[in-house]
C-alpha cells in the first residue's frame, strides 16, 4: 500500500483512537483501499492521481462514526478476528490494538508495524513479513510457518507454543524474548540473533543452527544439549 495512504488514515483516525469501533474501521478502509489504490494504478493512473482519487472515495469520517456505536476515546480497543487474508499491506501501522485470531494468512506485509500488538493465536501463515516489526507483541499460538521474515524484529515478544515451522528467519533479531513450546523446525536462521533470549522446550529439527547468535542465552538442559550437538557456538550461557 502507498504509506502516503496510510499516513492519511492514521491521522484522520487520530481523534478516535483507542476506540474498539475505530480501530475495526480503520484495519478494514486499509485492505479495501489498497484494493481500490492497487485498481487505479492498473487503470494506468499515476501514484499521485490514484492516491487522490482513493482518499476522495473515502468520504467524511466523522459521518461514518456517527453511524455506529462506538467505545470512548481513551477505552482499550476489544477482540477482533479480523480477515486480511491476501491483503496488499506493506508498511502498515497496527501497533498497539488488539488482533486476536486475526487471517492474515498469504497476505504482503512487509515492513508492517505489529509493536506491542496482541496477536495472540494469529495467522500468518505464507505471508511476506521482511523487515516487520514486532517488538513487544504478544505472539502466543500465533502461526507464522512458510513465512518470509528475513530481518523481522521479536524483541520482548511473548513467544509462547508459536509456530515458525519452515519459514526464512535470516538476521531476525529475538533479543531479550522468552521463547516457550516455540517451533523452528526446517525453519532458516542464518544469521538470527537470539542474544539474552529465554529457550524453554524449544523445538530445532531439521534446523541449521550453526550461523545463529546465541550469546548470552538462558536455556533448558534438553535445548542446550540440541544446541552442542548441532556445533553451535555458546557464549556466556546459563542452564535452568
Known sequence: MNQKLVDYLDDAFRTYRGSRAAEEMKLELLVNLSEKFADFRRQGHSDEAALRMTIDSIGDIAEMMEQIPHSIPGEPPTDTQANFSSAN?????????????????????????????????????????????????????????????????????ILDHTDFRQSDLSNAQFGDATLDGVNFNSATLKDASFKNVVFRN???????????????????????????????????IRIE
Do not use: W
Request: aromatic share 8%.
Open 89 to 157: 499491506l506493506p508498511g502498515a501501522d497496527f501497533a498497539g490494538i488488539k488482533l486476536r485470531q486475526a487471517n492474515f494468512k498469504d497476505s504482503a506485509l512487509r515492513d508492517a508495524n505489529f509493536q506491542n500488538t496482541d496477536l495472540t493465536d494469529a495467522d500468518f501463515r505464507d505471508s511476506d513479513l521482511k523487515q516487520t516489526r514486532f517488538d513487544g507483541a504478544n505472539l502466543s499460538g500465533a502461526r507464522l510457518s512458510g513465512a518470509g521474515l528475513q530481518g523481522a524484529s521479536f524483541s520482548r515478544c
Open 202 to 236: 524449544v523445538s530445532f529439527q531439521h534446523t541449521e543452527l550453526r550461523k545463529a547468535i546465541f550469546d548470552g542465552v538462558t536455556m533448558d538442559k534438553v535445548t542446550y544439549a540440541v544446541l552442542k550437538s548441532a556445533e553451535t557456538t555458546l557464549v556466556d
